[in-house]
């Protein structure tokens, strides 16, 4: 199995120069639950040389509390450097660790070709796609009072019809190789009363894009209690020829790998018998078995 999406910081909390032993030690743990590579995928909106191009997307948000929660939200969080982040993954791999380069890339609309000439030229194996706010609504973030209103004003429907135009609009972007969480949108357990329309709309962003989707086991830790995707979503994605990878999104060591290999019985389900894996942004199959 693999684990193809991993943070190296907890949110909330600063960042530090990355250092082959900590990449060492999460390959040790991955190995430990049966996960023999292991992608690190840190969210670029971490990285202080994000902060010209990007920051400040919150600004056209009419509500004040979103918009101030928004920037400081980015404000402690955007402390890293790319550069050493990059030079130290490229050397635990030089040093022979099943690690791969990898970033988790956002949704900023009318910039996503900013985003991709900031990451041209570096080695990536792979960029995840993510939808985690829409304007200023950082959605997935319920316990923010501002984020937690919205959820209430603009209800369940509203709310995944605004998601899944922004999931079209990344995966039309051509920026990212793989869409993470892909109906992240359920994570604090509201799902609109008939799903399929939403799920036919992601299923088919991710097809008409040719993209990757992860199949992760973090919903199980969130409200949501269910993996991503849904299990009707990932048959219609099987149906459409969408092949897949395996993810845990653990941002602490001790859940790299959690419950990845519980991922398998619902792979098997959807008639799945392969994997992803990446090196160069190229996409290889690994078989389950």
């Known amino acids: 199995m693999l684990d193809y999406h991993l943070h190296l910081w907890p949110h909330g909390t600063p960042a530090a120069p990355v250092t082959v032993e900590q990449i060492a030690a999460y390959c040790r743990q991955a190995a430990s639950v049966g996960v023999t590579e292991i992608a690190v ?5 971490r990285f202080v040389q994000a902060g010209p191009d990007l920051a400040g997307f919150w600004e056209d948000d009419d509500n004040p509390a979103m918009r101030s929660a928004m920037a400081a939200y980015w404000a402690e969080h ?20 099943p690690v791969k380069l990898g970033l988790e890339v956002d949704h900023y609309p009318g910039r996503m070709d900013a985003v991709a000439r900031l990451l041209a030229g570096y080695p990536f194996d792979v960029l995840l796609g993510s939808v985690h706010w829409l304007g200023a609504w950082g959605f997935d973030n319920w ?8 959820w209430q004003r603009r209800g369940t429907e509203g709310a995944w019809i605004a998601y899944v135009d922004a999931v079209e609009d990344l995966a039309a972007s051509g920026v990212c190789d793989v869409l993470a969480h892909l109906d992240l949108c359920k994570v604090t357990g509201r799902v609109p009363a008939d799903p399929e329309p939403c799920y036919e709309r992601l299923a088919a962003a991710a097809a008409g894009a040719d993209l990757v989707v992860e199949v992760s086991s973090a919903g199980w830790r969130k409200p949501a209690a269910d993996a991503y995707p849904a299990t009707a979503l990932l048959a219609d994605l099987h149906r ?23 991922l398998r019985p619902r792979l098997a389900a959807a008639g799945y018998d392969t994997v992803t894996s990446f090196s160069a942004r190229r996409p290889t199959p690994v078989a389950l078995s």
Do not use: M, N, W
């Open 143 to 150: 316990a923010q009072p501002a984020f937690a209103d919205e």
């Open 240 to 262: 459409r020829g969408v092949v897949v990878t395996t993810a845990s999104d653990a941002h602490c060591l001790v859940d790299v790998g959690r419950q990845v290999q519980e």
């Open 78 to 97: 955007a402390t890293a450097d790319l550069d050493q982040y990059v030079e130290a993954i490229e050397a635990a791999k030089a040093a022979g660790l």
């Open 41 to 45: 995928t840190e969210h670029l909106f």
